[in-house]
């Protein structure tokens, strides 16, 4: 049985860090993109990041560049998000995926999700 489960969510002040972090059971991992997405209130899932199966390549969400990254360990089946400087607007629910095998990460190429961790940004 597959498992993506998140942690690290919280409540912060705008211009804080955070690290989510996604660890993964019952997948061989390295062959699976991994990346975020997240679902603010009223609004539907939008990506955030990826990061490719080999953690060789990463990508963004425009409003998410330069502040937050994506790592992962494949030893530890763990992949996270380091998120600076954060603002009111990144507040949400935040989703771990893993895509189908070899594939990159779209909403339509993701295999597995998290149940997600709530990050909430208070201005």
């Known amino acids: 049985q597959v498992q993506l489960v998140e942690s690290g969510g919280g409540l912060v002040q705008a211009g804080d860090s955070l690290r989510l972090s996604c660890a993964a059971s019952g997948l061989t991992f390295s062959y699976h993109t991994m990346g975020w997405f997240r679902q603010a209130p009223g609004k539907e899932r939008e990506f955030v990041s990826h990061i490719s199966w080999s953690g060789g390549g990463a990508y963004y969400q425009d409003s998410v560049k330069g502040r937050f990254t994506i790592s992962r360990d494949n030893a530890k089946n763990t992949v996270y998000l380091q998120m600076n400087s954060l603002k009111p607007d990144d507040t949400a629910v935040y989703y771990c995926?893993?895509?189908?095998?070899?594939?990159?990460?779209?909403?339509?190429?993701?295999?597995?999700w998290g149940r997600g961790t709530q990050v909430t940004v208070s201005s």
């Open positions: 995926a893993a895509s189908k095998p070899f594939r990159t990460l779209v909403v339509t190429t993701v295999e597995y």
